[in-house]
């Protein structure tokens, strides 16, 4: 397979590939991921593939919108919007109550991690293409790409596209916290404190 590099702005060649069941790595707010349709299992299975990932590690969601919530969760915690309505788009990931409609190469538990990027490009890709399955763009075990080059040194001849955004940000990934509880609890501390978590909580908003 040949691996194409295009500038990131060129949303509809990636979104031919997506619709016809492929995978595309574009870059995000902290690293280049690599994607597919949510609903797309065929394509999900694809990514597990081209990174050698281990089938059991769920996959993130990406939306570009805190009510593309509803397409993948059912009974959305309040504390869940809470956190999404202040801090989305942005460096957060909740761990929702998973849609029984997505494929088990999503996750294979009752749970899922959603986020908005705070990237335009990841944004524009996602509004045209619905939720997207998204890992970082990597070779399992190996570092996670912030160009475009590095996916290509990666994954040349396993992907079809990359979607050339320039470097990103990089740097911590992501806050992660289950809110499928009472209290909010985290899984992997990031950008975002507890502290702030909970004032969020406190707020309202």
Not at 178 to 203: F, Q, V, Y
Request: charged letters at 20%.
């Amino acid at each position: 397979m040949k691996t194409e590099i295009i500038p990131a702005n060129e949303i509809q060649s990636a979104f031919e590939i997506l619709q016809s069941g492929g995978i595309v790595a574009f870059p995000t707010d902290t690293v280049y991921g690599l994607g597919a349709l949510v609903f797309d299992n065929a394509a999900i299975e694809s990514i597990y593939k081209a990174k050698d990932r281990p089938i059991e590690k769920a996959i993130p969601i990406l939306i570009a919108d805190i009510d593309d919530l509803n397409l993948v969760a059912d009974e959305v915690p309040n504390m869940a919007r809470i956190f999404a309505s202040r801090f989305w788009p942005g460096p957060l990931t909740c761990i929702v109550p998973k849609k029984q409609t997505l494929p088990l190469a999503v996750s294979a538990t009752s749970t899922v991690a959603v986020r908005i990027p705070d990237h335009k490009n990841a944004i524009a890709l996602l509004r045209a293409a619905g939720p997207m399955a998204v890992t970082s763009a990597n070779i399992s075990g190996q570092s996670s790409p912030s160009t475009a080059q590095e996916v290509f040194d990666q994954l040349s001849t396993r992907i079809p596209l990359i979607l050339d955004g320039g470097k990103t940000k990089g740097g911590i990934p992501s806050t992660i916290v289950d809110c499928t509880g009472e209290k909010p609890l985290i899984l992997r501390e990031g950008p975002i404190s507890l502290d702030e978590l909970l004032a969020a909580l406190s707020n309202g908003s």
